[in-house]
């Protein structure tokens, strides 16, 4: 069974930092891009951070630009997500996803990714 399983979420104040991680397991995704999405109660999922299968490449969403780093260990068989300077409006579930399909990934389109993880809860209070 192929699984994505994120892990590292939690309750943080303002300004604080935590490490998301996402271990892949059934399957292996070390030649595939990985992602990070979010999606907080009412909005749509929204793109995070991409990363090539090698690392050499990285993408990210506009509101996290500078704050946040996405990295991988293909060896460990995992992907990272670095947030720092974490805001309130970053609370969200943090999802990890890989796109095994050819497509944009680097635009962060949600359809370049064809493999889920179920979330981490991130809330960031004031």
């Known amino acids: 069974q192929v699984q994505l399983v994120e892990s590292g979420g939690g309750l943080v104040q303002a300004g604080a930092s935590l490490r998301l991680s996402c271990a892949a397991s059934?399957?292996?995704?070390?030649?595939?891009?990985m992602g990070w999405f979010r999606q907080a109660p009412g909005k749509e999922r929204e793109f995070v951070a991409a990363?090539?299968?090698?690392?050499?490449?990285?993408a990210y969403g506009d509101s996290v630009k500078g704050r946040f780093t996405i990295s991988r260990d293909n060896a460990k068989s995992t992907v990272y997500l670095q947030m720092n300077n974490l805001k309130v409006q970053d609370t969200a579930v943090y999802h990890c996803?890989?796109?095994?399909?050819?497509?944009?990934?680097?635009?962060?389109?949600?359809?370049?990714?064809?493999?889920w993880g179920q979330g981490t809860q991130v809330t960031v209070s004031s």
């Open positions: 996803a890989a796109a095994t399909r050819i497509g944009p990934w680097y635009r962060g389109s949600v359809d370049a990714f064809d493999y």
């Open positions: 059934g399957r292996s995704f070390s030649s595939d891009p």
């Open positions: 990363i090539s299968w090698r690392g050499g490449n990285t």
